[in-house]
């Protein structure tokens, strides 16, 4: 993948990190809200993943 879309990548990941993270932790007053702060949770996940590769969470 190039620069460009690993950057983007890293930015939209980190707000549908933060999106999802709002989502679990008012989800108790929304009807299915825990599950799809999960489902965004792994989401932002995935998204690096496909974009950066899955040595991106390997430790050094």
């Known amino acids: 993948m190039s620069v ?8 939209l990941s980190a707000m549908i990190f933060v ?3 709002y989502i679990v932790i008012h989800g108790h007053i929304m009807p299915g809200g825990g599950f799809t702060g999960g489902v965004l949770l792994a989401g932002s996940f995935i998204v690096l993943v496909l974009a950066q590769g ?3 969470f390997e430790l050094k």
């Open 4 to 11: 460009i879309v690993k950057k983007v990548a890293q930015l």
């Open 19 to 21: 999106f999802g993270m």
């Open 54 to 56: 899955l040595g991106y």
